[in-house]
């Protein structure tokens, strides 16, 4: 029996030396068909995948048959991305069926979620049981693998971005072998913000922490002057802090403060560097509803539920709307906001609003924080596709002296050449990932264009 006739009889479910079979149960048609997955789109619309088919498996055994039987294939997860990423020219597998918390180690104070598990599937439970996540992304709608693959992250001077938080997780490699990579694996810092080239995760384990309540003030009408001036000082003000701007009139619209009641005990005045305090919630897009936003108004309330700017069960943003994300170091902070400042003209008719978050740096080779503490300013465009591709290369010219890197998973086009040059790993990624894949069933245009 050669290898791929026993694979298709067994699946090697390795966590140290052991070694589980399972039967492929001599199915006609592979499992987790979607017979006619329409037309399929991502979360906001911009986006149609090509891939001519959809697989919805509902067990790791199924995942790992699927991958081995296929050709090209890439995994799915919450459809967040604005890109390519997540597309093959063959088939996609979603993880939409594996969305379970598995359990929560006490001991080793970590819990176990599977891959296709949104942030606001399980938060409130681990909350319920006691603990908590260091830190969330501005909506908890996405899925902790897609999250992890891509580098997305929350806010905070001292808080890593999401992948930060994986202790280890399983991958499904491409000959259908599932194996456990932790943090004393080699491949470790390679393979967690993967971009999806390696194989599809099936779960994940991430640190915890005793749970937290958190205030959130909102400040209104900050004069971009005091960013300059005290740029470190604003966005240590809390846990995590926003700054949202359209660009315009000298200010930044709305200073988001979270704040942890076990660490910050005193209170927020009514003025803060020249903003004054809200009064009524704030969505930071003006005119919206919300209802779809976090409670605010320095009102206590669990981390899963102020973290966040959204709620689950409402749409997120605004729903129809593009997105663009720019990393530099938080040392150029106000040299590169000053610059896309210099652009609103520009930048603003096709805006819908901007974000300024920070993200501390790690060690994780495609990270977009990758040994440096970081800055990201993030655009949410108007549903004006082909405007706004027109203007990001002079935004990314605009940051290039500061080294820019962009969100994975938004619209960009800077290319594998440039980005190779701010990336000081990423010629091992690659190679690691032809490795892993020598027949490129996990290779897709986007990492054509933007890695390869």
Same mark, same amino acid.
């Given at each position: 029996?050669?290898?791929?006739? $026993?694979?298709?009889?067994?699946?090697?479910?390795?966590?140290?030396? +052991?070694?589980?079979? $399972?039967?492929?149960?001599?199915?006609?048609?592979?499992?987790?068909?979607?017979?006619?997955?329409?037309?399929?789109?991502?979360?906001?619309?911009?986006?149609?995948?090509?891939?001519?088919?959809?697989?919805?498996?509902?067990?790791?055994?199924?995942? /790992?048959? +699927?991958?081995?039987?296929?050709?090209?294939?890439?995994?799915?997860?919450?459809?967040?991305?604005?890109?390519?990423?997540?597309?093959?020219?063959?088939?996609?597998?979603?993880?939409?069926?594996?969305?379970?918390?598995?359990?929560?180690?006490?001991?080793?104070?970590?819990?176990?979620?599977?891959?296709?598990?949104?942030?606001?599937?399980?938060?409130?439970?681990?909350?319920?049981?006691?603990?908590?996540?260091?830190?969330?992304?501005?909506?908890?709608?996405?899925?902790?693998?897609?999250?992890?693959?891509?580098?997305?992250?929350?806010?905070?001077?001292?808080?890593?971005?999401?992948?930060?938080?994986?202790?280890?997780?399983?991958?499904?490699?491409?000959?259908?072998?599932?194996?456990?990579?932790?943090?004393?694996?080699?491949?470790?810092?390679?393979?967690?913000?993967?971009?999806?080239?390696?194989?599809?995760?099936?779960?994940?384990?991430?640190?915890? /922490?005793?749970?937290?309540?958190?205030? /959130?003030?909102?400040?209104?009408?900050?004069?971009?002057?005091?960013?300059?001036?005290? $740029?470190?000082?604003?966005?240590?003000?809390?846990?995590?802090?926003?700054?949202?701007?359209?660009?315009?009139?000298?200010?930044?619209?709305?200073?988001?403060?979270?704040?942890?009641?076990?660490?910050?005990?005193?209170?927020?005045?009514?003025?803060?560097?020249?903003?004054?305090?809200?009064?009524?919630?704030?969505?930071?897009?003006?005119?919206?509803?919300?209802?779809?936003?976090?409670?605010?108004?320095?009102?206590?309330?669990?981390?899963?539920?102020?973290?966040?700017?959204?709620?689950?069960?409402?749409?997120?943003?605004?729903?129809?709307?593009?997105?663009?994300?720019?990393?530099?170091?938080?040392?150029?902070?106000?040299?590169?906001?000053?610059?896309?400042?210099?652009?609103?003209?520009?930048?603003?008719?096709?805006?819908?609003?901007?974000?300024?978050?920070?993200?501390?740096?790690?060690?994780?080779?495609?990270?977009?924080?990758?040994?440096?503490?970081?800055?990201?300013?993030?655009?949410?465009?108007?549903?004006?596709?082909?405007?706004?591709?027109?203007?990001?290369?002079?935004?990314?010219?605009?940051?290039?002296?500061?080294?820019?890197?962009?969100?994975?998973?938004? +619209?960009?086009?800077?290319?594998?050449?440039?980005?190779? /040059?701010?990336?000081?790993?990423?010629?091992?990624?690659?190679?690691?990932?032809?490795?892993?894949?020598?027949?490129?069933? $996990?290779?897709?245009?986007?990492?054509?264009?933007?890695?390869?």
């Amino acid at each position: 029996m050669n290898r791929k006739e $026993f694979m298709k009889t067994t699946s090697m479910i390795v966590t140290g030396g +052991l070694v589980v079979p $399972f039967s492929a149960c001599g199915r006609q048609v592979l499992p987790g068909l979607v017979e006619d997955p329409g037309t399929r789109q991502n979360w906001a619309g911009n986006y149609t995948y090509q891939a001519e088919r959809l697989y919805r498996p509902g067990t790791v055994e199924e995942v /790992q048959e +699927l991958v081995l039987e296929l050709g090209k294939q890439k995994a799915l997860g919450s459809r967040h991305c604005f890109n390519n990423i997540a597309d093959s020219p063959g088939s996609q597998i979603t993880t939409s069926g594996l969305n379970r918390m598995l359990s929560v180690d006490e001991a080793n104070m970590t819990v176990t979620v599977e891959a296709g598990a949104r942030y606001g599937d399980f938060a409130e439970e681990l909350h319920d049981r006691g603990y908590a996540l260091h830190n969330l992304a501005s909506l908890p709608h996405i899925t902790v693998a897609g999250a992890c693959a891509t580098g997305t992250h929350g806010s905070g001077v001292e808080n890593g971005n999401l992948a930060t938080a994986v202790v280890s997780f399983d991958l499904v490699r491409p000959d259908g072998e599932l194996v456990t990579i932790d943090r004393q694996h080699p491949d470790f810092p390679a393979v967690v913000v993967g971009l999806g080239a390696f194989g599809i995760v099936t779960r994940m384990t991430l640190e915890v /922490q005793p749970t937290f309540e958190v205030r /959130q003030h909102i400040y209104n009408n900050l004069p971009l002057t005091s960013v300059v001036d005290h $740029f470190d000082t604003i966005m240590s003000a809390g846990y995590s802090v926003s700054l949202f701007t359209d660009w315009l009139d000298g200010n930044v619209s709305e200073v988001w403060i979270k704040r942890r009641t076990d660490r910050h005990a005193e209170e927020l005045g009514g003025e803060y560097y020249g903003a004054l305090a809200a009064t009524e919630n704030m969505h930071p897009i003006a005119g919206l509803s919300t209802e779809a936003v976090s409670d605010q108004m320095g009102r206590p309330g669990p981390w899963y539920d102020r973290l966040p700017h959204f709620r689950m069960g409402f749409t997120p943003s605004a729903g129809e709307e593009l997105q663009s994300e720019y990393f530099v170091p938080r040392e150029n902070a106000v040299e590169a906001i000053l610059a896309i400042e210099a652009l609103a003209d520009e930048v603003n008719p096709l805006l819908l609003i901007s974000e300024i978050r920070t993200i501390a740096a790690d060690g994780l080779w495609m990270s977009p924080a990758y040994q440096r503490d970081s800055v990201a300013l993030h655009f949410t465009w108007k549903q004006q596709e082909p405007e706004v591709l027109a203007l990001l290369p002079k935004i990314e010219e605009t940051l290039a002296p500061f080294a820019v890197r962009p969100h994975w998973g938004k +619209l960009f086009t800077i290319n594998a050449a440039t980005l190779r /040059q701010r990336y000081p790993k990423l010629d091992d990624f690659v190679t690691l990932a032809k490795r892993y894949d020598p027949e490129e069933k $996990f290779h897709n245009t986007y990492l054509d264009n933007r890695v390869w």
